[in-house]
């Protein structure tokens, strides 16, 4: 029915390396949806979790909202150890506005492989998230082991069936 209020709405939700915006056209680079670490090695440090820190841009729109004063809220989830959560940002939406696009830079520390995301709430009412995998890279020399371990395990040998 027109006339009616909508719920606010979350339009897009991503992270990136790096943006640029010029007369109100925002490009994007460098898009974010897997991070790959090498594998730690045993001499990694066991006090401290943290395996390496990502540096992100987190680019979201929301829309659907009726002017008047909001809370924005954006709270990092990641395999681990809990992150501080920072505060609410205070948001005064005018009238005539449709939607509203923020850039938000974070210095993620990656302590696990896993989903590593951002959940955005605007007034308490979850919107959406925008989330990235971490996982170790594969490392092809430990793949083609000399002694034969890359051999088929499901072969039988001579030796067991005598």
């Not at 809370?71 to 505060?87: C, N, Q, R």
């Amino acid at each position: 029915m027109a006339g009616e209020a909508s719920d606010p709405y979350l339009k897009y939700a991503l992270f990136c390396r790096d943006t640029n915006e010029e007369d109100s056209d925002l490009s994007l680079s460098g898009i974010i949806d897997l991070y790959e670490l090498p594998e730690p090695d045993e001499s990694a440090d066991p006090n401290d979790p943290v395996l390496a820190t990502v540096d992100v841009n987190l680019v979201f729109c929301v829309g659907g909202v009726e002017p008047g004063n909001h809370y924005l809220f954006v709270t990092l989830k990641t395999p681990g150890i809990p992150l501080d959560t920072p505060p609410a940002q205070k948001v005064e939406w005018e009238e005539g506005i449709l939607f509203q696009r923020w850039i938000k830079a974070f210095r993620i520390p990656v302590q696990r492989p896993g989903i590593h995301s951002a959940a955005i709430l605007f007034d308490g009412i979850p919107l959406g998230e925008a989330t990235f995998l971490v996982r170790f890279k594969v490392d092809a020399a430990k793949l083609e082991s000399p002694d034969g371990a890359d051999e088929d395990p499901d072969s039988e040998s001579d030796s067991e069936n005598e």
